[in-house]
């Protein structure tokens, strides 16, 4: 009995303790490397395709330059290269430089059009403007900027016509005082108009003041309401009003009660999983705009393609192009941050509810808020 306590209290001692301790994160690699089964491997330079990745631990990743037509802009670990883009003559473009290896080609407007930005990924070009007869021009039409005309003298514009002076107006100020002087129907009834300006103006001004004066007086009382009462009687008579503000840069989130003074300004005690926001997204967002809505969050058109040719079914296409801007804070310029754990970082997720309101997808932006309960 005593050598099997003693063997058991041995085995005790020599037994691993690193399999009993979780790892706290996963192993970082360097810029420019991917972790490939705890392995760090070298991507692809731009203008090459994955071949082979690496097998061990400072072995290269194979690669191959990207085909004819085929293009690659960015360090990857991709097995397909980007094809080539043509440039549409239909469309009054022309091709200012050839496809590369490493640069898709670049497209250019024929004369007589410039290139008009439709997004940041998207371009067409359009009719230069011809100056009408009443109009001089004052830039030519460039092939990034349009023509740039103005009236001519002694003509004023309305809405997009040029109208010849006819009473002194503020665009026709020559004719205040050239104006004869046995013309007083004329003059009175400008003289009328300018007081009726004036006296508009001052009724605008002093409604704004009013306006100005009644809320400043209003917050004023609020506040002096609430500095009478203790915090002992806020907690009891409005737990509500218990709540703290914690401020993240721009971006206020109301979180909930008990965030610790130390953690403040970016205390966020409610965690959003990103797969789960992503998930919930595609179920909201029309099949039609998803495209449109990662776009305006900045992931580029690149991105997008790649999700396209590597994923057949659109749904996991648009999850992936969702999860490369969920994670474009994680980069070394994102500043930002898309988080850490899986979860949604703040500051991304009003970028998302904003982006949503300006493309009138406000009913999607609201069931958001009320899903996740914020306020």
């Known amino acids: 009995m005593a050598t099997l306590g003693v063997l058991l209290l041995l085995a005790c001692v020599f037994t691993p303790t690193s399999t009993l301790i979780p790892t706290s994160r996963e192993r970082e690699c360097p810029y420019g490397d991917y972790l490939e089964n705890g392995i760090c491997c070298n991507k692809c330079p731009a203008g090459f395709k994955l071949v082979e990745k690496c097998r061990g631990e400072g072995k290269r990743t194979n690669c191959t330059q990207c085909p004819p037509d085929q293009y690659s802009d960015t360090m990857n670990f991709y097995p397909k290269c980007m094809p080539c883009k043509s440039c549409n003559k239909k469309k009054h473009e022309v091709e200012v430089s050839k496809c590369k290896a490493d640069r898709n080609t670049q497209c250019g407007c024929e004369d007589g059009f410039y290139i008009f930005a439709i997004d940041s990924e998207t371009t067409e070009c ?94 004023k009382r609020l506040t002096k309401k609430s500095a009478h009462k203790s915090p002992s009687q806020i907690s009891e008579t409005s737990p509500e009003l218990s709540e703290v503000l914690c401020q993240n ?35 909201l967002v029309p099949v039609t705009q998803v495209k449109q809505l990662v776009r305006s969050l900045g992931v580029t058109e690149t991105v997008i393609e790649r999700a396209e040719l590597d994923y057949r079914a659109s749904k996991e296409a648009h999850y992936q192009m969702l999860k490369a801007w969920t994670e474009m804070g994680s980069q070394p310029s994102g500043g930002g941050g898309g988080g850490r754990g899986g979860m949604l970082h703040s500051a991304l997720l009003q970028e998302l509810l904003l982006k949503l309101r300006q493309m009138h997808l406000g009913g999607v932006a609201e069931k958001l808020e009320t899903k996740y309960t914020i306020h």
Do not use: W
Not at 251 to 257: A, G, T
């Open 249 to 283: 840069e721009e971006v206020f989130v109301r979180p909930v009660i008990g965030c610790p003074e130390s953690k403040l300004p970016d205390c966020v005690p409610l965690e959003i999983k990103t797969h789960d926001l992503i998930y919930t997204l595609l179920d």
């Open 126 to 219: 359009l009719k230069c403007t011809l100056c009408g007869s009443d109009e001089r021009e004052v830039q030519k039409c460039t092939a990034e900027r349009n023509t740039v005309c103005e009236c001519k003298e002694n003509f004023y514009r309305v809405k997009r016509k040029c109208e010849p002076c006819k009473s002194c107006a503020a665009d026709c100020k020559h004719l205040c005082k050239s104006l004869p002087s046995h013309n007083s129907g004329d003059s009175e009834e400008s003289g009328k108009a300018y007081i009726v300006q004036i006296l508009t103006g001052v009724v605008v001004v002093a409604m704004t003041l009013l306006m100005l004066l009644i809320i400043y007086m209003a917050t």
